[in-house]
C-alpha cells in the first residue's frame, strides 16, 4: 500500500513554544490530508482535513490559531502546535488519500507522532 | 451524520481460539468500512475494508469481516487467535457520497492470553 511518513516520531518541548509536524506522502499524491489527535486509551479525534493550495477545514471546537496547517505542495502537510502548553501533550497522527486511486475512502496513516510539553 | 459504535473496551482470548471485535455502524448512505489496528505508539495499520461485493471480506493477518446490512455491523474475526493480535482495534466508517472523512469507533483493545 501507500506510505505515509511523518516526522518527527517524538517531540519533547517547553510551554510556550511551538512545534511542527510534516507528514509526507511518499509514493503517492494526495490533494488532501487528515490531523487526527489521539489522547491515552481514547480514539482517533479528526482535528482537521488539510486540502492542498487551500486553507484547512477544522472541526469544532479546534483553534485553528492553535493549530496551524499547510498544505503547500501534493505531497506535504505540516501542523505546527503554536504556543504549545502541557494540556497539547498528545499522540497526532496524519492520514493521506490516493487522489489517482479509486475512491474508496481509505486512508493512509503516518506512525504518529507524540508530543510532550513540559 | 455517520458514527461507529464498538460496544466492548476489551476483549480477552486464549491463543488458538477464535476471536470476535464487534463494530456497528450509522451512515445515511450506503457505507464504506474498515478495520485498522495500532500498536503502541505507532501509527494505523489497514487490515481490511468492505466496498462492494461479497459481504464476507478477507484481510491481512488471517483476519475476516463480515458485513451485515441489515443489523448494521461489521464484526472482525479470526479463527484462531495469536499472542502477537493483542493491539487496538478500530472500526471506521466512511459514507460513499461525498468526500467526507473516515469515523472511526472508540477502538477495542485485544489481549490474547498464551
Known amino acids: 500500500g501507500a506510505v505515509v511518513s511523518q516526522h518527527p516520531s517524538w517531540v519533547i518541548c517547553k510551554s510556550g513554544t511551538s512545534v511542527k509536524i510534516e507528514c509526507r506522502s511518499l509514493d503517492f499524491q494526495a490533494t488532501t490530508m487528515f490531523w487526527y489527535r489521539q489522547f491515552p486509551k481514547q480514539s482517533l479525534m479528526l482535528m482537521a482535513t488539510?486540502?492542498?493550495?487551500?486553507?484547512?477545514?477544522?472541526e469544532q471546537g479546534v483553534e485553528k490559531d492553535k493549530f496551524l496547517i499547510n498544505h503547500a505542495s501534493l505531497t506535504l502537510s505540516t501542523l505546527t502546535v503554536t504556543s504549545a502548553h502541557p494540556e497539547d501533550s498528545s499522540f497526532y497522527i496524519c492520514s493521506a488519500r490516493d487522489w489517482k486511486g479509486p475512491n474508496t475512502g481509505e486512508l493512509f496513516f503516518g506512525e504518529g507522532s507524540r508530543l510532550t510539553v513540559l | 451524520a455517520q458514527s461507529v459504535a464498538q460496544p466492548e473496551d476489551q476483549v480477552n482470548v486464549a491463543e488458538g481460539n477464535p476471536l470476535t471485535v464487534k463494530c456497528t455502524y450509522s451512515v445515511s448512505g450506503n457505507p464504506y468500512l474498515f478495520w485498522y489496528v495500532q500498536y503502541p505508539n505507532r501509527g494505523l495499520q489497514f487490515l481490511l475494508k468492505y466496498i462492494t461485493g461479497d459481504n464476507l471480506v478477507k484481510g491481512s493477518y488471517g483476519f475476516e469481516a463480515e458485513f451485515n446490512k441489515s443489523q448494521t455491523s461489521f464484526h472482525l474475526k479470526k479463527p484462531s487467535a495469536l499472542v502477537s493480535d493483542s493491539a487496538l482495534y478500530f472500526c471506521?466508517?466512511?459514507?460513499?457520497?461525498?468526500?467526507?472523512?473516515?469515523?472511526f469507533g472508540k477502538g477495542t483493545r485485544l489481549s490474547v492470553i498464551a
Open positions: 488539510s486540502n492542498e493550495g487551500s486553507k484547512a477545514t477544522y
Open positions: 471506521a466508517v466512511r459514507d460513499i457520497s461525498g468526500n467526507t472523512p473516515l469515523v
